[in-house]
């Protein structure tokens, strides 16, 4: 057992109004730089819809992530032999065209436009060349599902409904969509860091967060093209590739990063989990039907002492220890088994974890009433207005069932504190449908607080990051004692 | 930087033979025999008549031993002075200064005039120059010297054939070599078929006699070469141009087809999503609509 400390994070979706506070809070940190306009480190797509840069889920096309053939993982983009041919160039690169041309307006026109019959206007222009541009997509472009009919409709995940199905989602009266807020996944088994030629990418082994080494990256963009997330941009200013740095230094004082921080609507959770870093290749290359089950299996339970021991061993600071225990992560991931990783046939084993959207109800009109009780209580779950299959393409790699039992437990936590507060529905079929969704009714409540009540501090479990620990695992500290603080650039000596 | 290095490596293959010069230092009376062959046969016989320099058969009797000599030396020295006979010499070849030979002393020279005085003597001197027949060419012998000259037919002893560094004008697509000049006027400026002839025997400059010193020209191939320098020499031809230019167009050509290959080998390479998905949705409407 390799016991290792992750940050880890969970997004619940039910939750997420489709602000872009996350988006804008990361921008202004982050990517208000000069080749970084078009990158959004965080975003936020409508579902269903092409995301951006436009349908990166479809691996056809982009050739992200990681294959397993004849049991051995591979990279789809490259591999060794196949970096030395394409070093110079590396295909599959999203174009400006697939993300999107930054634009601003041309504001000062409206000062010093000279009267006129016409109230001036501000001109579109292109943050990247300066020219006038006709806007022509942006990265939230399908924002609501504004343009259904080309990027609705080509939802990759689309792919596994039938004919039937497709039709039914956008039929006006079913119609549905949600949000799907994104950053990077800080995967276990992380693409970019594997495609990487020039080894700039690394995984922290304090927290596991994924980092380019702005010194090492020679800007072969091997990792653009790797990950499936498409999470990773090219800065064509400095000729270098930039992430999501999980906001690192923000961790690092104690504070939750941007995005997390300035969420509305209270949907981020972050806290650290254990997790076992021998089993990852193994995990990563199961059959895709095992994948969920088998990356919730390598997260370790930090109140167990044998986990403890090991992490100690492994140097895992108690503290961390400590914090794991009690990360919200690990309550959503698995105790409750009700958020699941965004496309895990991917095999990165991601980090970051969703909580399926429940789907609007749909109402069956009985008579001159809108009803919408059945007597099948769990029923419009199979027959929301997105079918499920939709969301497993999703969460589940494929698996309903694992959706399924996220969405029934979800469900079933409504109604117990529907029964609890409101009383129109009575508590005994209330408490039958927490048995029928494997949950206690201390769980439920526990769910529903920690979903509904929650305080910030309930939300960011942040463990002290003991930087003078974690840099003890590259070199020996005391090896540069005298060698830093703020001390004399050189030692004093006597005389002028 | 890979490119520069490269051309630094390879450099040297070019300039180091034409650097090279073979100069022998004799001192035998044997030796003055190859060194005459070596040296003076490409512009002069004993005996066999003018080629580019004068018949040398006698010489020693037409002009005294010191001045002889002395011209040895340096010709053009002797011209510069102002010497009648050495101008004389001059306007006889057509203004071809006999250039300056490597390593000729004046023990060598005097032993050269002792060796071409016993030549003279003999009924036919063994320097009587190379026998070319005199017969008309034949468009037979065009043909043969353009398949020797393009090294369709090898050379007998091994030569490497011309074009390897030397083009004329009809030498095809490729337009033939560039290292060494273009032999389309050759025939006129070595001044015809006995001249041309010799130089072919016993090419003199460095480069050729170097290559071609142990792998000679046979009277039989020489005949079709200078049959194709007389043909194309008569034809009026200019310098080869059209090799040149074809070599390009052929470039261009072969470029134009490597892309198209490259087209169809990487036809599922990645180029746009959003836009053609834009398309291909506008052309569903607009298809829907019409």
Known sequence: MDVRAQMSMVFHLDKCIGCHTCSIACKNIWTDRKGTEYMWWNNVETKPGTGYPTAWEDQ??????????????????????????NI????????????????????????????????????????????????KAGPNWDDDMGGSPVYAENDPNLAKLNPEQRAQMFAVQRLMFFYLPRICNHCLNPACVASCPSGALHKRGEDGIVLVDQKRCRGWRACIAACPYKKMYYNWQTGKSEKCILCY???????????????????????????????????????????????????????????????????????VVESAQKSPTYRFVKDWK????????????????YVPPMAPVMAQKTGSTVDNISDDLFHDIDEARAPIEYMASMFGAGNSGKVRYALRKQK??????????????????????????????????????????????????????????????????????????????EGPRRGL | MTFKLLLHRIGPA???????????????????????????????????????????????????????VQFLQ?????????????????????????????????????????????????????????????????????????????????LANGGPPCVTCHTFNGAGGFGGGHLGPDLSRAYERLQGRKAMGAWLYAPATPTMSLTFSKKALKAEEILPLLALFEDTARSGAEDNRTGLAGFFAMGFLVAILLLALFAVIWKARFRAVRDPLVQMSARKVLGGRS
Not at chain 2, 83 to 106: F, H, S
């Open chain 1, 60 to 85: 056809e096309k982009y050739h992200g992530g990681w294959v397993v053939e004849d049991g051995n993982l591979h990279l789809r983009s490259t591999s060794k032999t196949q970096t030395v041919f």
């Open chain 1, 88 to 135: 110079f160039h590396n295909p599959h690169q999203p174009s400006m065209d697939d993300y999107y041309e930054p634009w601003t307006y041309d504001y000062q026109h409206l000062f010093n436009a000279p009267e006129g019959p016409d109230q001036p206007t501000a001109v579109p222009l292109s943050m990247v060349t300066g020219d006038l541009i006709q806007i």
């Open chain 1, 249 to 319: 230094p923000r961790l690092e004082t104690g504070q939750a990063p941007a995005c997390f921080h300035s969420c509305v609507g209270r949907i981020r959770y972050l806290g650290v989990v254990l997790y076992d870093a021998e089993r990852i290749r193994e995990v990563a290359g199961l059959p895709q039907d095992e994948l969920i089950e088998a990356q919730r299996s390598l997260i370790l339970d930090p109140h167990d002492p044998a986990v403890m021991a090991a992490a100690r061993h492994n140097g895992v600071h108690d503290a």
């Open chain 1, 338 to 353: 009700i958020a699941l990783p965004l496309h895990a046939e991917y095999r990165t084993l991601p980090m970051l974890f």
């Open chain 1, 412 to 489: 079933a936590v409504r109604w117990y504190r529907r029964a609890l507060t409101v009383g129109d529905v009575d508590m005994a079929t209330a408490e039958r449908m927490l048995r029928e969704a494997d949950c206690s009714p201390a769980e439920a409540d526990a769910i529903y607080r920690l979903t509904s009540l929650c305080t910030f501090e309930d939300r960011f479990v942040i463990p002290p990051m003991h930087r003078e620990q974690a840099v003890e695992m590259l070199e020996d500290p005391l090896a540069h004692k005298q060698g830093v603080g703020f001390g004399f650039m």
């Open chain 2, 14 to 68: 070019f300039y180091i033979p034409l650097i090279f010069i073979a100069g022998p230092i004799v001192a035998h009376a044997q030796e003055a025999v190859d060194f005459f062959r070596g040296n003076c046969t490409s512009c002069h016989t004993i005996g066999g008549g003018r080629l580019t320099g004068p018949d040398l058969k006698d010489v020693t009797q037409k002009k005294d031993r010191a001045w002889l």
């Open chain 2, 74 to 154: 340096s010709p053009q020295a002797m011209i510069d002075k102002g010497d009648p006979y050495a101008l004389k010499l001059k306007e006889e070849a057509r203004d071809v200064v006999m250039p300056n030979i490597n390593g000729m002393t004046p023990a060598l020279a005097e032993l050269l005039l002792t060796m071409i005085e016993a030549e003279s003597k003999l009924p036919k001197s063994q320097f009587a120059g190379l026998q070319i027949s005199d017969r008309p060419f034949t468009q037979h012998d065009i043909e043969l010297g353009k398949a020797l000259f393009m090294g369709d037919k090898r």
